[in-house]
């Protein structure tokens, strides 16, 4: 058993090397390696896992709030079943999460109400999951905090804290349509990313009619071209979600 001294001392360690969870559990642990005959590397391996541990969870947690991902739109919530088995087979691969390290880009196109949204929120729960930094945020509000940024001078500083997230997600895109000073926003946040970190971005419209959104055929081609060199395409040409539940809703 530890004197009151040493355990103080410990305990002041402890403290001054950030160790909390070693803390709260070294008494407990200390008397089942002595009742199990543990080694003391034993020991420590499992003191030192449970602050791993714990650290690792709070880790996600806070990655999770910073991504202002909608937590409800999880994979485990996502109906699986409408995907055929080529989509699932890229969505396997895209929770694996290399793509990210990759700085591909992942482009979800389908009608609305066709889970593009949830979809690309799920894999990106699971990256955060990984350790990996997620920003979600529609393109209409991320549009127009990027020209308040430009208006206060600060845009060159919010693009480059953009840089931090592995990932970025851009929902809706082209959904509303964009005046010429937030076309053109929206294009230097596209070449800002290219090759540097991945867009994870949703669509209802075709490339065909990506003019709609950036005004100009040379400058919407200049935007595909970037987005599609290094990409990964889902086709999500699926029922509406929320159609076919209202329907099932009215049956009942």
Not at 46 to 68: A, F, G, M
Not at 224 to 229: K, P, Q, S
Request: include cysteine; aromatic fraction near 6%.
């Amino acid at each position: 058993m530890l004197s009151d001294e040493l355990r103080k001392s410990l305990i002041e360690c402890l403290k001054e090397l950030h160790l909390p969870t070693v803390r709260a559990c070294y008494e407990e642990e200390a008397d089942r390696a002595r009742r199990e005959d543990l080694t003391y590397e034993y020991y420590l391996a499992e003191v030192t896992e449970r602050e791993r541990e714990v650290r690792r969870h709070t880790r996600i947690q806070r990655l999770l709030r910073e991504s202002k991902l909608p937590l409800e739109k999880s994979f485990d919530a996502f109906e699986k079943d409408r995907l055929s088995s080529m989509l699932m087979a890229q969505v396997k691969a895209l929770i694996e999460g290399s793509f990210v390290d990759r700085s591909e880009n992942v482009l979800a196109f389908g009608n609305p109400g066709s889970g593009k949204t949830h979809l690309l929120c799920a894999i990106g729960q699971e990256l955060i999951q990984q350790g990996r930094r997620v920003l979600f945020s529609s393109c209409s509000l991320l549009v127009q905090q990027l020209l308040i940024a430009k208006r206060d001078l600060n845009l060159p500083r919010i693009l480059k804290r953009l840089h931090k997230y592995d990932a970025l997600i851009i929902d809706d895109i082209g959904y509303v349509q964009q005046n010429r000073e937030e076309m053109e926003i929206l294009f230097i946040l596209l070449a800002e990313r290219y090759e540097r970190g991945s867009l994870m971005i949703t669509s209802n419209l075709p490339f065909s009619k990506w003019e709609r959104i950036f005004k100009d055929p040379m400058t919407a081609a200049a935007a595909i071209d970037r987005l599609v060199h290094h990409s990964i395409i889902l086709e999500l040409n699926l029922p509406s979600y929320r159609l076919e539940h209202s329907k099932e809703n009215q049956e009942n």
